[in-house]
């Protein structure tokens, strides 16, 4: 599975952004997908994570009911829709999947990686 995150770029504290992860290679439909964001000199951290049919959902702490994740199985595209940007938001974000079961927080808990994009939020 080969990623390509898109969609970041500098927006106001407040703002709003809508970030794309497209699939490509093998078939998204039956995996587990996330979000992760790193900023510099911090660790990667979990933002958001959906489970192959779009029933569960998890958010990281610092994001819950600002970002919502969403997918499209048959466009091989996730979503990650990021509202009430704050300056804490600026990272680099980057999305993965995940072949096992389940929804995981750790990164070390996902196979495939995209090359991430960036979110700037300015005041």
């Known amino acids: 599975v080969q990623l390509q995150a898109s969609g970041g770029g500098l927006v106001q504290a407040g703002g709003s952004l809508r970030l794309s992860c497209q699939a490509s290679g093998r078939p998204i439909m039956s995996y587990s997908m996330g979000w992760f964001r790193q900023a510099p000199g911090k660790e990667r951290e979990f933002v958001a994570a959906?489970?192959?049919?779009?029933?569960?959902?998890s958010y990281g702490d610092s994001v819950k009911g600002r970002f919502t994740i969403s997918r499209d199985n048959n466009r091989k595209r996730v979503y990650l829709q990021v509202n009430s940007l704050k300056l804490e938001d600026t990272a680099i974000y980057y999305c993965a999947c995940r072949i096992a079961r389940g929804l995981v927080f750790e990164p070390t808990g996902y196979d495939y990686w995209g090359q991430g994009t960036q979110v700037t939020v300015s005041s």
């Open positions: 959906i489970s192959p049919g779009s029933l569960n959902t």
